[in-house]
């Protein structure tokens, strides 16, 4: 058999650099989609908390608004502005805001 001179091993190479760059691709990936998903169940965890403490507010639950959203999420700030309740959480750098108050 003949060896090729010009065949000094470089697709070798070009497949581990295509190799790495589609796990580089792929791990950024995974963090954005990590990301968002924190922010969507973080974001229906404080519109359910902000829905409890406005029927805490209208007295359908027991408790006080704000303690009632504390127990359901985490909660950095929640002012009553009227019969509006309005909620701010945070957690893992993801942050979410809500309001809920009367229907109508």
């Known amino acids: ?49 902000a829905v409890a403490a406005a029927d805490a507010l209208r007295g359908l639950v027991a408790g006080y608004p704000c303690d009632v959203a504390k127990e359901l999420a985490p909660v950095v700030s929640c002012n009553i502005v009227g019969n509006d309740v309005q909620i701010k959480t945070q957690r893992n750098g993801v942050s979410a805001r809500a309001r809920a108050g009367e229907p109508g």
Do not use: H
């Not at 190479?13 to 969507?40: D, H, K, P, R």
């Open 1 to 49: 058999m003949r060896k090729n001179v010009g065949d000094l091993g470089a697709g070798t190479v070009v497949s581990l650099g295509l190799i790495t760059a589609v796990l580089s691709a792929s791990s950024v990936l995974f963090i954005y989609t990590n990301q968002l998903l924190e922010q969507v169940r973080l974001e229906s965890q404080t519109d359910n908390a």
